[in-house]
């Protein structure tokens, strides 16, 4: 029988604990040897019949670890215990499962912010009184979640430039700037305080915008908010847009300036939101059709 992701975790731990980085292909195989799994087992399938069973099982556990912080993936496809993982390890748990990581900090703070309909914040219970339609639809929002954090994570260990042209990249996906070759020409161009590029607001470049942004850990206040309008007002602009990989506090959210500047604040969970709407750094990986029985074909019966 295929362990369920639960009873993964623990021993997904401990193969990876002496602190190396892991293939995904190796943890499964060494995974699979733990759990005494035949061929046919690994060869069972989802009902997609785009990956094994055992497979996105151990992908789970790995989730579920690393919002914990107890697992992290320095690059596509593999793992590696954190400190955080190794203390867990050396007070010897008897099991890690969803209870005990929901006793950790770091599972706690994601519970916290999670949608109420989260089904990584669900017990089998609560599942069970969904209807299918409704699991699938908080599934996707639970994919598309982790999605965010993993762009985020790899966002914030790009350099200055990279993100600086990611965000043209992104604006000139929504439709401004015209082309991308244009609309590349005019970063770190500025030279000014508190402005790293600018954008035409449409193809014709009727107007200008200009964009700050800046890969910031901590969250962004209102003083940066109004220095970046009053590098507007030395170019004599109105429009801006301050992006962030953090959030922002509320003084910046609830900070309007007297003139006629317009300001749009996208904070990093805005920026995954749409990198992911617009595929930009993103692939699609299946595509699932949901259909219902078509009453008008039996009109006539």
Known sequence: MIPDFQTIMLPLLKEI???????AKDVNSNLADHFNLTEKQLQEMLPSGKQ???????????????????VESPKRGSYKITPKGLEVLSKNPPIINLKFLKTLPEYIEYLDSSRPGDVLNQN???????TPEELIEESFLSIQKALSQELITKIKSCSPYFFENLVVELLVKMGY????????????KSGDEGIDGIIKEDKLGLDIIYIQAKRWEGNVGRPEIQKFVGALAGQ????GIFITTSKF????????PRNETKIVLIDG????????????GVSTQNIYELKKMDTDYFENE
């Open 124 to 130: 089998i219970e609560e599942q069970e009184s969904k």
């Open 17 to 23: 604990s002496n602190g190396n980085e892991f293939t």
């Open 249 to 256: 506090t509320p003084d910046a959210l609830n900070y309007i």
């Open 177 to 188: 700037g015209g082309s991308l070759s244009d609309a590349g020409k005019a970063i770190g």
């Open 52 to 70: 094994g069973v055992f497979a996105n099982r151990v992908a789970w556990a790995k989730a579920h670890l690393k919002i914990a912080g107890l």
């Open 236 to 239: 004599g602009a109105k429009k």
């Open 269 to 280: 969970e805005k920026l995954t939101r749409l990198m992911i709407e617009y595929n930009l």
